[in-house]
Structures are given as structure tokens and as C-alpha cells.
């Protein structure tokens, strides 16, 4: 044989075996937890890059564990919300966490769609962020119901990037590394993201850091996003018809559903008011209550709001350079911790407390006094820190700049 | 379709050969036109309404072209210049509807403050590349340069798939001979050999190199907002990379593509970051625009025959028109402007330095390592407006190039220092912003890398320089262990960046140079 042809041969086998041995090391890893043949500790049982591929992992793992309770939502509810809590009820258990970070609601609803085919859960805990619902009063969207019958094809696809691509082998290695450090990121097998990775940056940089760092983005996002939660005609955002949905698909299986608003950190509430999107938040809250409301008495469905001044959101930042003091319900402005997540939780689901009652369930009758005490609640806390307005006005003022 | 795509490589390659090469053991010709038909469904799986528009490009052409030689061989000038003047027009006229139609109508809007625009027009893939080369074929025709007038391998060299979308851009004297040769169409395992290594490390320097380096230079130039200094040159150089690797990455797989089937195209890439001067830059990178630009622009614009101050002007509008074609926007026309000025200033510096009595030839060490690095960061500077979607967003890069914000660490750094560093550092101005480091650290990893990598590598051409990968290749002996032969420990080391590149495919992003 000619030395070329030679060459081409052992070209071919010498690619085919490192393919190989790329699958196979992929399928003992297993750094989304796809296939879970192999549980090592050391090895591969912290699961640290599963959010890199979080869609595939947890609708994997819905498949898997025909959860009965589900927490649908954004990156809020996945840090926030964890499904070992003791406040979920004995019925809703096992409950997994369905929440994917960057998630609109939109794209929650599709997440449910897609849960559904999988499993019939009794209880779904579904965040709500405002954010999510602000457009241009100019646009004039609609939503898409999410296709009930999926295509297998992209999903066979994914499962296979999972096993012969380069990011793949990439997670493998970080995973196999991630095993021995002290704070590596991961997801719980039940979805839930401990964010053990932010106990590491808060020891490291402290607290301050990690709100700051927030607070700057928020400000540049709320001050250059829309401002309202009406697009052209005065008609709702179509986020609004995706919580329709959500409704519609859990009244056909008899799921109770518990809404919940976020409780955001007293920082994002001013920087609300700040960069002039109250108005916008209250009118998002009376459109809530409305679609809500008329899903009663059809089935169990309830709209609970913890937001608010309380002394939950109003957790006072350290100052910078402190390393030591420990936050109890926040990471930062944006991400509560579980801790206050198993409060909304219990309060919600009517569980066991230790602390006081709080939150309260909007419902029409009450929206307009909840939306006036929120009003005074704020401007009090304007008036009790000022240093923290001030603070945050010059970010917002410097977001404006840039 | 894109040839870093999964469908191309394991279906349209290896069914295009396997056809090519069985046709061809019966007739050459059906061998030929059975590879211009597998062009344009390359090209229309990309969209086939401009299929039409491709054929009736190479049809009018290759009729302007055969009627032009019947004109020529006869003596019949006027006729002759006529008809040339008539279908170079008609392809500049097609050229510019669909790439610079609605540019000029903005200008001529904010002229006369009546702005209008003729909608959106899809500008189909390759037009320039394809419109360049026929050009070319005309000019050689006028010229009395081309000898071959075969329609179907006319066909083959306009549509002819390794080159087609983004060049290298081809004259019709180096590609019909080789249509012509009886070699072309037997197959050479040889040349099936040398053709996929090349190939795939081309595929490698896209899908591993470019689009990994790719994410650490967008951020930049879609926000540039006020970058400090490191923050600037990280993004500038990142992205310096990756149109590099981009750029060198498609030219090799079209080069080693073509070899398999026998033919070479001409070379388009010969590692411009190691240019001393940006004279020679221009030698390096897309070496066959450069060519059509000099041949076809530059010298019949007069070149050097008409006195200096005429030389210049036609370098600067020779390079501005080189900036158009890469697009319909400002950004582009300063970048051509800009190396415009370069080659005028490098030209000039020659002269003078040729009117002090210096040796040209004879460079110290450490002046070629000046003169190397100088050229670098004057080409980075032009990539920051080619790049940039806006002249603000170029200037405020550039602003921040110069250290005009401030520089800046990230934060997370700071807790991996010790206090004396840190404080060193805070007292030359340097600044701890928030946020993770984690992009800083890959971004200046990939710097850092890559550097080496273009700066003194050799590039893959001279890898396989003994088996004379492409026309007009300068070979030169590289060090044996670096010399490419079909050895096993080659093999090895071949299937290592195959594999890599092909684990890299799921991320299949165009080529940079499409959209020109």
C-alpha cells in the first residue's frame, strides 16, 4: 500500500478511536446527568456543569423522577426554591425544580408543556417577575401557545451533542476538577442551584461586591428597557396570555397552581421607582389579579406578593471590604436565598412556621390598598435611608451616561 | 452550506467525489459538469432563488467573454472596447443593486434631505467573489490573455464549489488548464491525502480557534460603552484573531477541498500577522483581492506611471474601493482609507530612506521586531472600524485603546493579589471593577496563546510546503519535524486536530468573509 493511502487508513482509525474514547469518557462522566451510569464521588457526583446544558438536565430529570410538585420560573426560582424544603406538603412530593435562569414567562410556559408530556405533577409553584412583562407601547406581539406535540428530533440531537462535542469533553474535565473544590456551582438532582459558587465570591469580595455589581446592571437594564406592560391599543403584554396558558393547561389536569411574585430586594424596588417604572409594576400587578381572578372557582389557583418594605427585602447591605458578615435571605439585590424561599414557601402551602406570618394573596377586592401601601411603605423607606437612594441614583445616573 | 457544517462533510463532500471521481473513469465532461451541478446545489442550499441569478451571471459573462475574443482575434478594437465597457458595467451594475443600492441612496438622501431606500435586498452570498472573478475573465479576454473557452468547464470555474461564496478570487488562466489536464480526474490518493489534512486543519482554526476566541471580542464591539484600556485592546485583539483564524481557517479548507479533487487554487493567506511593513501585509492577507485590486484597479488607474503624487492617489482610491467592496458602509470605507494612508506613508518611508543610501534588504533584528510590531497594532487599529458597526463605536474603542479610560482590573483578581501588589497597582491608576474575572482571564489566555501562534508558527502552507499545496507558493524549507509526510506519528498527531475540529461542529457559525 502507498504510503498516502497508509496515512489515510491510520488517519481514519486514529480519529474514529479519539471519538470513541471522547464518548466514552462523555457517557462515564456524564456532566449533564443524562445518562447516570456511573456515580462516583470524587469522580462525578457534583454535578458542576449541569447548568450549561440546565434545559436538557432538568427535563431529564422531570422524566425521571414524575415529580409532584414543580417550581416553574426564572433563575430566581431556581436559587430560590428548594424542593427538599419541609414546607412542601407530603402530597407534592417528590417536588423538582423546573426553573431555568433567563426563562421568560413565555418560555416558563413552554417549560411546563414540555413537563407535562413527561409527568402529571398535582402542585406547581410558578414565579413571577415583571421584568419579563415590560414592552414597547409601540409593539404589538402575541404569544404563542407552546406545540403540545414535540418534535424528538432536536432533544435526540442535544442527548447526542451531550456525548461528541468539545464542550461536552470540556465539562467532563471541569466536572471531574470541580469534585474537590471548596464552592463549585451545581444543580441538587431534584433542578434546585444551591449557588454554592456566590458563598465562594461573597468570602472572597464580600457582600457589597456582589450587590453592587447588581445593582449596576439592574439600573442599566430598567433605565434603557420599556416602561410598560401595554403594547399598541392599550392591549396587555403577551406575557400575560402565557400565564393565561399556564392556567389553561393545569385547569385540563387538575393541578393546583400557586403563582408567586418574587420578593425583590429593597434595592430593585427603588431602583423601580428610580428609573420610572413604578407605574408600570403597579399596572403589571392589577393585570395579574385580573387574569387570576378570573381562572377562580374553575380551579385551585392563587396569586401570592411578598414584596414589599418588610424587614425580608430591606436586609441592609455590608459596607465594601467587609468579608465576614453573612446574609440571611439574599445573595444579592436580584436572588434571594432558600432560606427566605422555604418562608414563601411555607406561607404559601400553609406549612409549619417558625417566623411570623407574611405576604399576602392579592385578589381583586383588595389590589388598590395593597398598591397604596406600597406606595407609602416606599416612600417612607426613601425617607428613613437616603444614603441608599443617593447610592442608588448615582448609579443610575451613571448607567444614563454610559 | 457552510463547509464547517455536519451535512457538508459527511454528505456533500464525500457523494460529490465519489460521483466526480466514477463519472469521470467514463467522461470527463460529464465528470465536470456533474461538479458544477454539485456547486450550485452547495449554493442553493443556502438559497436557491439566487441560483438563477448565479447561472445568468456565468451565462452573459461567458457569452461577453467569447464574443469579446472573436472581437480581439479579429483587430476589431473599437467593437471590442465597447463590448468590454458594456459587460463590465453590466457587472458592476449587478454588484452594486444588490450590495450598494440602498448605501447610495442614504447618501444621496442626506444630500438632498429626501430620504428613500428601495427596501431590503438579501445580498446573495458571493457576489462579490463571483462578480470579481469574471471581471477578471473579461479583462484577461480584452487583454488577450485567455486561451479557453470550454463552456462547461467556464461553468465549473465560476460555480466551482471550494471557492465560490468567499473566494480566493480566481483567474481563468490558472483554474481551465487545470480542468483541461486528464490528472484532474483520476484520483490521487496523494492528493485525497494532502487535500483533508489541509482541510482539516482549516476546520480547526475556525471551529476551535476562531469561534472559541469569537465570544471574547463581540461583547466589545456590540457595547463598546467606555472600555478602559484593557479592556479595549482585549476585545481589539480578540477579535484580530479571529478574523484571522476565521479568514486563514476558510482559505486552507478551500485549498485542501479543491486538492482532493486535484485541482490547486491559488494561495490567499501566507501569515500576514508576520508582515514587517503593511506593503507586505497586503502580500499576505487575501492575497488574490490584493492581486485584482493592483491588476485591475491600481493599474488602470495609471499605477506608478504618472509620477508620485499620482502613484499615491491612486494607492489611497485603490484602497478605499478595496474598503467598499467589503461592505456598504463608512466603516469600511475609512478602514480602506486608513491602510490607504498606511501604504502611502509606507511607501513614502521607503523612498526616503532609498534617498539617505540605506540598504532596504538589510534590517537589525531588533529593527524587523519594531517594524513587525508597529505593523501589528496599525493593522489592529484598521480591524476596530472594520469591525465596529458605527464610526462613534470605533472611536470610543480607539478612545480606550489610547488609555483615555482609565484602566481598570477585575475585582476578583484583586483578592488573588497580595496588599503590596494591590496597592502598586492602585497608585499607578489602575482600578478594581466589579465583576468576575473569569472573561478577563480567557480573553488575554487567548491573547497570550495565539500571539506565538501568528507570529512565528508556520503557517499550514509551509507545513506542506513539499507537496506544493497552492499556486504561487513561495516554498520554504520549514524544520523537518514540522514538515508534513504521510507518516503515522502525522497521522496521529492529523486525527487529533480532526477530531477536535469535528467535536467542535455543534457551535457551526458562517464564515466572517460571507458577508462580503
Known sequence: ?402 | MLFNSVEFIFGFLPVTALVFFGLARWSHAAAAAWLAFASLFFYGWWNWAYVPLLVASAAFNYVCGVQLARLVRENRTRAAGALFALSITANLLLLGYYKYANFFLGIWGSFTGHPSDIGQIILPLGISFFTFTQIAFLADVHRGYAREYNPIHYGLFVTYFPHLIAGPILHHKEMMPQFQEARTYRLNVEDVAVGLTIFFIGLFKKTVIADGVAPYASPLFLHPGTPDLLAAWGGALAYTFQLYFDFSGYSDMAIGLSRVFGVKLPLNFDSPYKADNIIDFWRRWHMTLSRFLRDYLYISLGGNRKGTARRYLNLFVTMLLGGLWHGAGWTFVLWGGLHGLYLIVNHGFRAVRERLGHDLNRTSPHGRALARVTTFVAVVVGWVFFRATSLDDALAILRGMAGLNGVSLPAALATYMGPSMRAVLEHSGVAFALGGGAHFVFQYSWIIALLPLVMLAPNTQEILGRFQPALNFRYAQVPTRLAWRPSAAWAALVAAVTACGLLSLTRASEFLYYQF
Open chain 1, 1 to 402: 500500500m502507498p504510503a498516502p493511502a497508509r496515512y489515510l487508513w491510520a488517519w481514519f482509525a486514529s480519529t474514529m478511536a479519539l471519538l470513541g474514547a471522547v464518548v466514552a469518557i462523555n457517557l462515564v462522566v456524564d456532566p449533564y446527568g443524562l445518562f447516570r451510569i456511573v456515580d462516583v464521588a470524587g469522580l462525578n457526583r457534583v454535578k458542576s456543569q449541569a447548568s450549561e446544558r440546565g434545559p436538557l438536565f432538568k427535563h431529564a430529570g422531570v422524566e425521571r423522577t414524575h415529580p409532584s410538585g414543580l417550581v416553574l420560573g426564572n433563575s430566581r426560582a431556581e436559587i430560590g426554591f428548594d424542593p427538599e424544603s419541609p414546607a412542601w406538603p407530603a402530597w407534592s412530593r417528590p417536588a423538582f425544580n423546573l426553573a431555568l435562569p433567563g426563562a421568560g414567562i413565555s418560555a416558563v410556559a413552554g417549560d411546563f408543556a414540555k413537563a407535562l408530556h413527561a409527568t402529571t405533577p398535582r402542585l406547581v409553584i410558578v414565579g413571577l417577575d415583571f421584568l419579563d412583562f415590560r414592552v414597547d407601547p409601540s409593539s404589538d406581539d402575541t404569544f404563542r401557545a407552546p406545540a403540545m406535540s414535540a418534535d424528538p428530533l432536536p432533544e435526540m440531537r442535544e442527548r447526542a451533542s451531550a456525548l461528541l462535542t468539545m464542550s461536552a469533553l470540556i465539562d467532563s474535565l471541569a466536572t471531574v476538577r470541580a469534585q474537590h473544590e471548596p464552592y463549585p456551582t451545581s444543580l441538587t438532582e431534584a433542578g434546585f442551584n444551591p449557588k454554592r459558587d456566590y458563598i465562594g465570591v461573597a468570602r472572597r469580595q464580600g457582600y457589597f461586591a456582589l450587590f453592587r455589581q447588581r445593582d449596576q446592571e439592574n439600573a442599566a437594564t430598567y433605565l434603557r428597557g420599556p416602561k410598560s406592560v401595554f403594547q399598541a391599543g392599550g392591549r396587555p403584554a403577551p406575557g400575560f396570555d402565557a400565564v393565561d396558558n399556564i392556567i389553561a393547561l393545569a385547569r385540563a389536569r387538575r393541578i393546583t397552581v400557586r403563582f408567586v411574585i418574587y420578593p425583590y430586594h429593597v434595592h430593585t424596588l427603588t431602583l423601580f421607582h428610580l428609573t420610572g417604572l413604578w407605574p408600570a409594576y403597579e399596572d403589571w400587578k392589577r393585570e395579574l389579579v385580573r387574569r387570576i381572578d378570573a381562572a377562580q372557582g374553575t380551579m385551585d389557583v392563587e396569586l401570592w406578593d411578598f414584596t414589599g418594605f418588610s424587614p425580608y427585602a430591606d436586609e441592609r447591605v455590608p459596607r465594601p471590604g467587609d468579608t465576614r458578615t453573612e446574609l440571611r435571605w439574599y445573595w444579592e439585590a436580584g436572588h434571594f436565598k432558600r432560606a427566605l424561599g422555604d418562608l414563601l414557601l411555607a406561607n404559601m402551602l400553609d406549612a409549619q412556621l417558625d417566623g411570623e406570618r407574611w405576604g399576602r394573596r392579592l385578589a381583586g377586592r383588595d389590589v388598590e390598598e395593597h398598591l397604596l401601601e406600597q406606595r407609602v411603605a416606599r416612600d417612607d423607606y426613601e425617607r428613613r435611608h437616603p444614603e441608599d437612594v443617593a447610592d442608588l441614583k448615582a448609579l443610575v445616573a451613571a448607567a444614563a451616561r454610559r
